[in-house]
């Protein structure tokens, strides 16, 4: 999936994947996490997701990276958040009030540019990926995390042929083959979920290095 794609997809608003509610199963299942205040939470993919202020409201600082400039400027205006502006390797970073968001290619993340991840939260960004894709992103996550990572991931899964990717089908077994060996997942919950019209089922999971 190239960049463009993403970035053309902002440009015209076609944001289905984007709620403008926090995700009850964030508020549901964080806590049980029990992740220090103090601990900065990373949000792969992050769009301009209200689960950001909930983490940030929670006490966390908040480290996002995307590929849309448009989709992270949009977060800070509708947040009426004021943002600093600069430029770090390949990356565009905005600040303020505690947010930091990497604008560029989450591939392209390295030690070099962010601190050890010590929490993660992954809100469909396994299912914005095609399956090599997947793989490589998790691989990537993994050179960026603490050997004691912790994080709460949210995915969905549906069958639904006709709907055209993304979202990609991420069924339950590839989620776990993805994260084994290297992360414990524990499910905590399942929902129902519309994806484009079908009946799919939300899962989270709480990730656990090893
Ligand atoms: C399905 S959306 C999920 C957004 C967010 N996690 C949420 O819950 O609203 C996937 C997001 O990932 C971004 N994205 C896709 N590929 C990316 C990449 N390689 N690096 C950074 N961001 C990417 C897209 O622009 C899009 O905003």
Redesign the pocket.
């Known amino acids: 999936?190239e960049?463009k794609f993403?970035?053309e997809?902002?440009e015209a608003n076609r944001?289905g994947?984007?709620?403008d509610v926090f995700?009850p199963m964030l508020c549901k299942y964080w806590d049980t996490l029990s992740i220090d205040l103090s601990v900065p939470v990373f949000?792969?993919?992050?769009?301009?997701?209200k689960?950001l202020v909930w983490l940030r409201n929670r006490g966390h600082e908040v480290v996002g990276?995307?590929?849309?400039e448009l989709?992270a400027q949009a977060f800070f205006k509708e947040n009426d958040i004021s943002v600093e502006r600069h430029q770090d390797g390949p990356f565009v970073c905005l600040r303020g009030a505690g947010y930091t968001f990497f604008i560029?290619?989450?591939?392209d993340l390295t030690p070099e540019f962010i601190d050890p991840i010590a929490a993660v939260y992954?809100?469909?960004?396994l299912?914005?990926?095609p399956s090599e894709?997947r793989r490589n992103y998790v691989r990537h996550l993994k050179t960026l995390c603490t050997a004691e990572a912790i994080g709460l991931l949210i995915t969905i899964s549906y069958q639904f042929d006709e709907v055209s990717p993304?979202?990609f089908v991420v069924d339950p077994e590839e989620v776990k083959s993805l994260y084994n060996p290297w992360c414990k997942l524990d499910l905590l919950g399942t929902s129902e979920a519309k994806v484009k019209g079908a009946i799919g089922c939300e899962l989270s999971y709480r990730l656990r290095v090893r």
């Open positions: 999936m960049p993403w970035i997809r902002w944001i994947f984007h709620e995700h949000v792969p993919l992050c769009g301009k997701s689960d990276v995307e590929l849309s989709a560029g290619n989450f591939f992954d809100r469909a960004a299912i914005a990926l894709m993304p979202p």
